[in-house]
């Protein structure tokens, strides 16, 4: 039988094989919504402004709820905690799509569907995010976040083309039935996990715990600097509402061509995360999240004066490749700077910044595009996302020189002192 390769480790311990392989589908499904989301909001509309408010709805949740998702995911079973988050996943997918199939649906039905699967967003991302670890050993947890970004990666090259077909082919409202159907591969492997029973620990309040996760953060000398990139990132990188506009208005490629643009960054995603399985554990984490991030930005950059569809599928290639790379160095990192005890609210603070911020920049995407234009909201987000990072490379050594696997006993300790206040 033919060895793995190191960075495949991970799947050869049952619970995180199952764990991956649900995620899989899943994510395939929720990619194929997400994309047939974004073009039935544009289609009701025909406003780039309604269609960056959409992403609103989705954020405001993450903010109001994901730090008490953080919280909750540190004190309950975590596979419970997703059992029920995706069981209601699939009540609002097919909420959705019988809307759209009855011809009753209309702009603001998906804002409040919007809402509701971001605030089951807020608990469910925390727990998968805290719970992935514990499903095999330590020395593998780099490796298994390269593989969780390659899953997301392959979903969003397999999603979005799915989606694109649906739509022409069948209508807009399948989509949302595939994707209640995606949520009970996941559903399957979390109740076929054998996970032990969670260990009992002292717990302060529910606000005290809140608070412990906020000094711990803040104590810590490196999640500081990742959030703020994470954060630069998710508001002035490529977004669903920005690849909606370019398809539609400045390629003229429509529902099929959206499919292919998001696809394309998924392709170039996928190739960064086999090179990062050949390569294995990346020591210097911090200098190569550092250049993908740069490669990222001037990318963007190409991408906002493309008039050539192939090329700009091929510029997508690069942005995919170089946010993947750049995103599992980022994870990689807050990962390893977090304790498990403490994992669910760092995870959270994660979720704010970059899905959040996210689905609010939807919104700054739309007034930019109205103001500027496509081209113009993209040169923007190119230029301040290469000016953060050269000033974090420049001055920002203790992230620059990242080597480190385990978290500083310091931060706990800062984390206690008011923890229970």
Do not use: C
């Not at 947890?141 to 390269?146: E, G, R, S, V």
């Amino acid at each position: 039988m033919p060895r793995l390769l190191p960075g495949l480790a991970p799947l050869a311990h049952r619970n995180y094989a199952l764990y991956w392989s649900g995620q899989l589908v899943s994510m395939s499904g929720t990619w194929i919504e997400l994309t047939a989301t974004s073009w039935l909001l544009y289609q009701l509309t025909d406003s780039p402004l309604l269609l960056g408010l959409g992403g609103v709805f989705r954020a405001l949740p993450i903010f109001a709820f994901a730090l008490l998702g953080g919280t909750v995911a540190d004190r309950v079973e975590r596979r419970r905690l997703l059992l029920i988050t995706q069981s209601s996943s699939v009540v609002t997918s097919l909420v959705l799509g019988a809307l759209v199939l009855s011809g009753h649906v209309v702009f603001w039905h998906i804002y409040v569907i919007s809402f509701l699967n971001a605030t089951i967003a807020a608990f469910d991302a925390p727990a998968r995010q805290s719970l992935f670890p514990t499903l095999l050993p330590r020395g593998q947890l780099q490796n298994a976040i390269t593989l969780n970004s390659m899953l997301f990666q392959t979903s969003n090259l397999v999603g979005p083309a799915i989606a694109g077909m649906l739509i022409a082919r069948a209508g807009v409202a399948w989509p949302f039935f595939v994707n209640a159907a995606s949520y009970f591969a996941i559903i399957g492997g979390l109740m076929a996990m054998r996970v032990p029973a969670l260990t009992a620990r002292a717990r302060g309040s529910l606000r005290g715990e809140l608070v412990g996760g906020l000094r711990y953060v803040q104590a810590s000398r490196i999640l500081p600097l990742v959030l703020a990139i994470e954060a630069t990132l998710s508001v002035f990188g490529h977004n669903q509402a920005l690849m909606t506009i370019f398809a539609r208005d400045v390629l003229s490629a429509g529902a099929e061509g959206l499919g292919l643009l998001l696809s394309s960054i998924a392709f170039g995603a996928i190739v960064g995360m086999a090179l990062l399985v050949v390569i294995g554990d990346v020591r210097r984490k911090g200098v190569f999240m550092l250049g993908s991030g740069a490669l990222y930005a001037l990318a963007l950059l190409g991408f906002a004066w493309s008039r050539s569809f192939p090329l700009s599928m091929a510029i997508l290639a690069v942005v995919g490749f170089a946010d993947a790379t750049w995103g599992t160095m980022r994870s990689a990192i807050a990962q390893l700077a977090a304790e498990d005890a403490y994992r669910g609210r760092v995870m959270s603070f994660i979720l704010i910044v970059a899905r959040g911020l996210t689905n609010a920049s939807q919104l700054e995407t739309g007034v930019a595009t109205a103001l500027v234009g496509a081209p113009g909201a993209a040169t923007v987000g190119a230029l301040v996302i290469g000016g953060v990072i050269a000033g974090v490379a420049a001055r920002g050594r203790r992230l620059r020189d990242f080597a480190a696997v385990a978290p500083r006993r310091a931060i706990t300790q800062a984390a206690d002192a008011g923890g229970d206040s």
